[in-house]
């Protein structure tokens, strides 16, 4: 199984909320940050975003959108030397899901959403992303991403019955669509299992772990899917990914194993099973080891922000 479909199979959000802005010239935005996935499309005008991470400013144009995935702060302006207001002082301009803020000039027109993911499901794939993508128009913008993105301007725009459930699945559309462009555009991955996805190689191999997990895989037998040496794939493999094939395998199993735990209430034993153990005692053993609990105490708690 193609493991970016793997994962993203079992990501749904939750809590989202979207707002549509528009700033006249001059105006400056603050935002402190906040957590989970916050992403802002620029539709029309233009705009500097500032981020801590990114050494320069981003001059951003109708079209661009721009994803952050952690908690920093960032400054959206139309001119360096433009105001900046504190977002909990824009907040007091919101009007239902509309925000006109500004110095009565040019106007640019944002739509912002944030969202929240459910932090075991998104943990494969927060750890290899950036904590911001930026994704120009002209950057392998397909038309699938591009026809997402005008859905989202025109529901924002003029919301009709439903608009909440519409826009919350075009947020996750979005958020599937600007992974595969960040994932396609140069200088993208390089590294991790999503950087392993583009080596044709060691893409077999991710595949093979990722469609059996049970499967009693060794090293020799993933070299051999992947068409390589044992140990050129196992070097390869622990350089772009950063782990060495079997640990990356304990670690998928120990994923699709809170994913059962959560979904079911099959018996421990298959549990086990299903992930590629043989003993309870071993999967015990194994999954306290990576998430600092038993699967029982996992299962009793119910707990979603394990990583």
Known sequence: MDPLTDILSGLRIRQANFTRMDASAPWGVNSPGEGGVNFVLLVRGSAILSTPGSPQPIALRSGDVFIKLDDS????????????????EVEKLRVGNHIQVGGGGAVTTFISGWFALDALEAGP???????????????????????????????????????????????????????????????????????????????????????????????????????????????RFKTVVGQSPLDYLTQWRMHCATRLLQQGNAALSEVARQVGYESVAAFNRVFRRETAMTPGAFRKLGLHGVR
């Open 73 to 88: 702060p960032y400054r959206l302006v139309d001119r360096e030397d433009s105001a900046l207001i504190d977002c909990v």
């Open 125 to 235: 794939l927060m750890r290899v992303l950036p904590p911001l993508l930026c994704l120009k128009l002209d950057q392998h913008r397909s038309l699938a991403f591009q026809s997402v993105l005008e859905m989202l301007a025109l529901e924002t725009e003029s919301p009709g019955m439903g608009a909440e459930a519409v826009v919350s699945r075009l947020f996750e559309l979005l958020f599937v669509h600007a992974i595969r462009a960040y994932s396609m555009q140069p200088g993208g991955p390089t590294r991790g299992w999503l950087g392993a996805i583009a080596d044709r190689n060691l893409a077999l191999a991710l595949e093979a772990m990722h469609g059996a997990p049970a499967q009693d895989w060794t090293v020799e037998s993933l070299a051999r899917t992947a068409g390589m040496s044992r140990s050129g794939f196992a070097a």
